[in-house]
């Protein structure tokens, strides 16, 4: 709920200084060596991952290769605390999340999780994304299958043996319950707010970063 208040209680200073870390957030990272093979035809997967406020992910996935349909919701918790009011008090389990619908014949699922380690949020963060804090904010991998654990664990233990980033990751991988979508005003907030503070300091550069570090990678909307 903090989000919604930078507007009217800092200057565009304060909330740089504040979210100078979530901007700076951009690794190249290799490709990961454990990965599904792209699929033969067309089809449709699933991919759940949380890096800090969903704003941010929904609209980085959005631009990216492959993907059909993003949604901002709530991932760890039970479905009568998935609730923003709830979420945002940090003890519900839940963390704000990104559902992404993708082509696997178009996109791996390791390459999804190259986007987002590399581009999307700093994974050695622990509950807490830039000026967010809270498990609500926490770097999390949800998977569904046992395919999508070992890929993820596998790209952790690649990531973090190759010492690319300033300390251990921290991502959690675990097992998918269940997923529930955000209230409707969550949905694309970055696209109907561009001019927001918050969006403009933490959430654009990580289209910007994707587009010039991941241009294969990269689609305009």
């Not at 918790?77 to 559902?99: D, L």
């Not at 991941?214 to 909307?221: A, C, E, F």
Request: proline share 5%.
């Amino acid at each position: 709920m903090r989000r919604f208040l930078f507007p009217i209680l800092a200057t565009l200073s304060i909330i740089t200084a504040m979210a100078c870390s979530a901007v700076t957030a951009a690794v190249a990272i290799p490709d990961p060596v454990i990965d599904a093979p792209l699929a033969t035809a067309k089809g449709e997967q699933t991919a759940v991952v949380a890096g800090g406020c969903f704003w941010g992910i929904q609209n980085l996935f959005e631009h990216v290769k492959g993907t059909t349909v993003v949604t901002s919701g709530y991932a760890g918790g039970e479905a009568n605390t998935a609730q923003y009011e709830m979420v945002s008090m940090g003890n519900t389990g839940h963390a704000e999340s990104v559902q992404i619908k993708y082509d696997p014949s178009k996109i791996s699922y390791g390459q999804l999780l190259k986007v987002f380690f590399s581009v999307g949020h700093d994974p050695t963060e622990l509950n807490r994304q830039g000026p967010d804090e809270g498990t609500q904010y926490r770097s999390a991998i949800f998977f569904a299958n046992e395919e999508q654990q070992h890929i993820a664990a596998a790209y952790i233990d690649q990531l973090n043996k190759a010492k690319l980033f300033g300390g251990p990751i921290v991502t959690q991988v675990v097992a998918l319950k269940s997923f529930y979508k955000a209230e409707d005003y969550h949905q694309d907030y970055a696209v109907h707010n561009p001019n927001d503070p918050y969006i403009v300091i933490n959430d654009l550069p990580k289209v910007a970063n994707l587009r010039k570090q991941l241009p294969d990678l990269y689609v305009s909307k």
